[in-house]
């Protein structure tokens, strides 16, 4: 088996082993973990009523699609297996309903400029399915046509063929996701997805061809029967691929919450050792091959636009991940979907059956949420700041919230030295800056600044249960 050298910046092994704890990731602060049923529909309703959208804002719009045909089991999401196309007319119906119970909060009808199409599988809707729903949310919303919109949708290359992806930029879309986890034949065999490396190109090159502007790749490493050299050859392909960005998550193995986990062999899964080497070996390759490391498994050819927003500080976490523009007020549509407006996150009914009902009665389906208290807002700049820009200056907080940083987060800041100790973060009189190796471990820069961790006895944030995915 050949291990990858690791670059001078990665962590060690040793480094990633003490530091790389259970921990969220953060496309929220505070985490959906939360949300309460306190905060419902009501809350969610007066929240939207006094955001800025409703003095004419431009609003973010998310749309949840929860159904796939077949079940990856390496699948920890909220999604529904079915082959019946035709539940995707009903729910697009719906969901249009949902768009005018949301729009009705707001005066006009809010600009979009940002959407986007997650699941489960948006592309398990055909296009007209997709058409309908698009014009049903155009007569609620206002969905932009200005060339600077961001309008992505996530794409499983096994639900398009290259002609899909002509039809989907025609119908607006300009960003796109692929799933690709890994090109090697008995891993996605022991995961049960099957793509050819050529029908991932061919659709890849489809995009680029219809205008796309951005292009993603998902990778995961940690999957059953990887193996470095293998996955040396996934990365080496996607490289080839020259997408804009490329995500490589780790895999979580958590058998009891997600039933699908349960068709894994354990003896099949790389031990810890091999899954450093993997996560080893796709930094050092992307890095040689010119991406830049943004934060949190996400990186960028320096020319897209989160590396250049990464450049010029106007990186921003999102429930997607890292986006490009300050944070509009985010609407939610779909089972499960999560509205982020002002400070208030509501999320909708978790199972279809409650949303449906929930829609057919004419009410919004928002069953949970919260309203951020002061403290809320500050730790949530405080982290921020670390994942997105990889420093903070006191002084701005300071300013912002009226506190005393060193003050305030004495505990914090203690329990942070460790981290400066052992090279991840510089803290000085002016703020903390996090250092090319702490970069790759960033949630465990931000967790000391979780007012919901516990504490371990060691003295650092920690997180109860392995619900989170971990580096190795
Ligand atoms: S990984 Fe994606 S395509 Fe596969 S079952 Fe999960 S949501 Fe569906």
């Known amino acids: 088996m050949s291990h990858a050298r690791p670059p001078s910046r990665l962590p060690s092994a040793e480094l990633i082993r003490r530091f790389d704890a259970n921990g969220p990731r953060y496309t929220s602060y505070p985490t959906a973990m939360q949300f309460t049923p306190a905060h419902g529909a009501a809350e969610h309703a007066a929240a939207a009523r006094r955001s800025a959208a409703a003095i004419g804002a431009p609003l973010s719009l998310y749309v949840h699609v929860p159904f796939c045909e077949s079940p990856c089991f390496y699948c920890g999401c909220n999604r529904i297996i079915s082959r019946d196309h035709a539940l995707g007319d009903v729910y697009g119906g719906r969901l249009i309903r949902e768009a005018a119970l949301q729009a009705a909060l707001l005066p006009g009808r809010p600009i979009i400029e940002q959407l986007h199409f997650g699941g489960g599988t948006p592309t398990f809707l055909s296009i007209a399915q997709l058409e309908r729903l698009l014009d049903g949310l155009d007569t609620h919303f206002h969905l932009s046509r200005d060339a600077g919109r961001e309008f992505s949708i996530e794409i499983d290359p096994r639900s398009v063929t290259p002609a899909t992806l002509a039809e989907l930029a025609r119908l607006g879309f300009n960003r796109a996701s692929f799933g690709i986890q ?27 061809a219809a205008g796309f502007g951005s292009l993603s790749a998902d990778l995961i490493y940690g999957l059953p029967k990887q193996h470095p050299d293998s996955f040396t050859r996934t990365i080496d392909q996607v490289i080839a691929l020259r997408p804009d960005r490329i995500s490589t998550y780790s895999y979580a193995h958590v058998p009891e919450r997600f039933k699908a986990q349960r068709q894994i062999r354990i003896e099949d899964l790389p031990d810890s050792e ?55 007020d985010l609407i939610g549509l779909g089972v499960s979907a999560i509205s982020s407006i002002g400070d208030s996150y509501g999320q909708n009914a978790r199972s279809l059956a409650e949303w449906n009902a929930a829609i057919d009665a004419g009410r919004l389906p928002v069953d949970r949420g919260l309203r951020l208290d002061a403290e809320d807002r500050l730790r949530r700049d405080v982290i921020a700041a670390l994942m997105c820009e990889g420093r903070l200056r006191y002084a701005e907080i300071e300013a912002l919230h009226e506190i005393d940083f060193a003050q305030h987060f004495a505990a914090e800041l203690a329990r942070l030295q460790t981290m400066a100790d052992d090279g991840l973060v510089l803290i000085d009189d002016a ?26 006895a060691s003295g650092s944030a920690t997180a ?8 190795i």
Do not use: C, W
């Open 182 to 208: 890994d090109f090697d034949v008995a891993v996605q065999d022991a995961v049960n997805r099957r793509q050819t490396y050529a029908e991932v190109a061919a659709v890849i090159e489809a995009a680029r």
């Open 274 to 328: 091999t899954k450093l080497a993997l996560l080893n070996l796709s930094i050092e390759r992307l890095l040689a091959a010119g991406y830049r490391y943004i934060g949190m498994d996400h990186f960028a050819l320096p020319q897209d636009e989160l590396a250049r927003a990464q450049r010029n500080g106007s990186l921003q976490r999102n429930f997607q991940g890292y986006a490009t523009r300050a944070g509009l």
């Open 431 to 456: 703020g903390i800056t996090v250092t090319p190796t702490g970069r790759y471990l960033l949630r465990a820069i931000a967790m000391p600044f979780d007012a919901y961790l516990p504490v371990a």
């Open 464 to 471: 109860v249960t392995p619900r989170y995915s971990r580096l």
